[in-house]
């Protein structure tokens, strides 16, 4: 039987960049994933956000998207909601559509050398004090020290783990195509009875088509005759369409997984929670998942960290996707074309063109207010790192980039060599750096410059503090494990 030290059920966005995370701290990591290529039916999810491309600038890969994206500088929760203003490097949303994003996270997953098992589906599991047998549906198994599912909503993994999905069922269905066509479409918005309707064009001409339902229970496969009746009855054409390379439904059933971990199997992405994709936070959320659980896991099977730290994985991820969940159910009801609802539209409209309304709301879809609860000594300590460009001894450097390896590192600007390390060198960096600008946050605004800073592979503030130190072993020893022995 085939032993890794982890396995992903999954290779999509989620599970790619995790296997990437765990490449990078040299685990043992394959993928299990159905699908014979990479290759994904339709455009699927329409962009990266902010936040998400921070972390793969972390990982110096950035560059690989946004080269073939498109930068819009707005989020969108019921009106445009501008993010120009925003102190961070990638400022705007990135226009890619998932089928791209999926093709550069594998390229660069195969750089890392990660195997990948296609064509395999995962059928069950069992698990017992040192792993997970993973039974494959050609009758087939693998086993893991663990298994992580990033499998989607209808997750195997979720299932046979036994992990409660408890939530809301859909309200509202959209029908989503890519057609070819004869007739001109009416491209644009179009707002009905029934709720707000669009065509726009895919990369190669053809129609992309999200059409509102007048039910939310229908769960057959969508046909193109689906499309066409639905077509004629909002437009009164079905304008010739023709060829579909995609037809698919969606809904805004709204469900989270009871917990993230059951013992040696873990979830992440739409395994881990499912919603509307109104705002483009799905796919966004499940690679932040993935950056959050690979270090994690990684110093776990390392031994440098104990177990427990896993669970650190679920308190923090599971707040950032249950107000997920409350966003889009928000954005859904804010949607619905009766005129109560659309009086409502109009005053949440005029708060939202509001400054700091729009900045809260923006900084939440966009990911970057994101803050763990590590206590609050500071408005940086659990936050997202800023990209500062730093001086260091070496010429300059941006933050982000001492962050590639995916290793934690302790910035040091105060004195140079007043910081010991030695017991965690096997573990941090430790750089010495001089900065001079404004420290600032999204919403917050400027923060007080702290004078030395731990910052985790995920680019979150583990520690912060002066020439004291206080706290500063707590911090290592709970992150990164105890202190090493010192070696004769």
């Known amino acids: 039987m085939k032993k890794h030290a982890v396995l992903i059920a999954g290779g999509g966005p989620t599970g790619l960049m995790l296997a990437a995370e765990l490449a990078l701290a040299r685990v043992d990591v394959a993928i299990v994933e159905r699908r014979a290529n990479q290759e994904v039916a339709g455009s699927r999810a329409l962009g990266l956000n902010c936040r998400t491309l921070e972390v793969l600038d972390q990982r110096g890969v950035a560059d690989r998207f946004v080269s073939q994206g498109q930068k819009h500088p707005a989020v969108h929760f019921h009106i445009p909601l501008g993010i120009g203003d925003f102190p961070t490097r990638h400022n705007y949303t990135l226009g890619l559509f998932?089928?791209?994003?999926?093709?550069?996270?594998?390229?660069?997953?195969?750089?890392?050398?990660?195997?990948?098992?296609?064509?395999?589906?995962?059928?069950?599991?069992?698990?017992?004090?040192?792993?997970?047998?993973?039974?494959?549906?050609?009758?087939?198994?693998?086993?893991?020290?663990?298994?992580?599912?990033?499998?989607?909503?209808?997750?195997?993994?979720?299932?046979?783990?036994?992990?409660?999905?408890?939530?809301?069922?859909?309200?509202?269905?959209?029908?989503?195509?890519?057609?070819?066509?004869?007739?001109?479409?009416?491209?644009?918005?179009?707002?009905?009875?029934?709720?707000?309707?669009?065509?726009?064009?895919?990369?190669?001409?053809?129609?992309?088509?999200?059409?509102?339902?007048?039910?939310?229970?229908?769960?057959?496969?969508?046909?193109?005759?689906?499309?066409?009746?639905?077509?004629?009855?909002?437009?009164?054409?079905?304008?010739?369409?023709?060829?579909?390379?995609?037809?698919?439904?969606?809904?805004?059933?709204?469900?989270?997984?009871?917990?993230?971990?059951?013992?040696r199997v873990l979830l992440a992405g739409d395994a881990a929670h499912v919603h509307a994709p109104l705002g483009g936070q799905g796919l966004n959320i499940g690679?932040?998942?993935?950056?959050?659980?690979?270090?994690?896991?990684?110093?776990?099977?390392?031994?440098?960290?104990?177990?427990?730290?896993?669970?650190?994985?679920?308190?923090?991820?599971?707040?950032?996707?249950?107000?997920?969940?409350?966003?889009?159910?928000?954005?859904?009801?804010?949607?619905?074309?009766?005129?109560?609802?659309?009086?409502?539209?109009?005053?949440?409209?005029?708060?939202?063109?509001?400054?700091e309304p729009r900045k809260r709301m923006a900084a939440e879809i966009t990911g970057l207010d994101v803050c763990y609860d590590l206590g609050n000594a500071h408005p940086l300590l659990g936050r997202r790192m800023p990209d500062l460009d730093l001086v260091c001894a070496e010429g300059p450097r941006r933050v982000f980039q001492l962050l590639h390896a995916a290793r934690p590192v302790l910035i040091n600007f105060g004195e140079p060599g007043r910081v010991d390390l030695r017991p965690w060198a096997d573990r941090v960096q430790q750089v010495d750096a001089r900065y001079a600008g404004p420290w600032e946050l999204p919403v917050l605004g400027p923060v007080p410059a702290p004078t030395v800073v731990l910052i985790r592979p995920d680019g979150h503030v583990a520690w912060l503090g002066d020439q004291t130190r206080q706290g500063l072993t707590a911090a290592l020893t709970t992150w990164f494990g105890p202190a090493s022995a010192p070696r004769g």
Not at 322 to 327: F, Q, S
């Open 287 to 355: 690679v932040q998942d993935a950056v959050n659980l690979g270090w994690k896991l990684a110093q776990v099977l390392e031994r440098t960290s104990p177990e427990s730290l896993l669970d650190t994985y679920h308190a923090e991820r599971h707040p950032v996707a249950a107000r997920a969940l409350k966003n889009t159910m928000a954005h859904v009801a804010i949607r619905r074309p009766d005129d109560r609802t659309k009086a409502l539209g109009e005053i949440w409209a005029e708060i939202l063109r509001m400054d």
């Open 98 to 263: 998932q089928k791209h994003t999926e093709r550069i996270l594998a390229e660069w997953v195969g750089e890392l050398g990660v195997p990948i098992y296609r064509g395999r589906e995962v059928a069950g599991l069992t698990q017992d004090g040192t792993g997970v047998e993973v039974k494959l549906a050609d009758g087939e198994s693998l086993r893991a020290d663990y298994l992580v599912g990033c499998d989607g909503g209808r997750s195997v993994v979720r299932k046979s783990a036994g992990i409660e999905f408890p939530g809301w069922d859909a309200t509202t269905s959209w029908l989503i195509a890519e057609v070819g066509w004869r007739e001109e479409p009416a491209w644009g918005f179009r707002n009905d009875a029934i709720g707000i309707h669009g065509i726009g064009k895919a990369e190669d001409g053809r129609a992309r088509l999200v059409l509102t339902e007048r039910r939310a229970d229908n769960t057959a496969e969508p046909t193109l005759d689906d499309v066409c009746e639905l077509l004629t009855a909002v437009y009164g054409t079905d304008f010739g369409i023709h060829s579909p390379t995609w037809v698919s439904r969606f809904t805004d059933m709204t469900r989270q997984a009871a917990a993230y971990r059951e013992r």
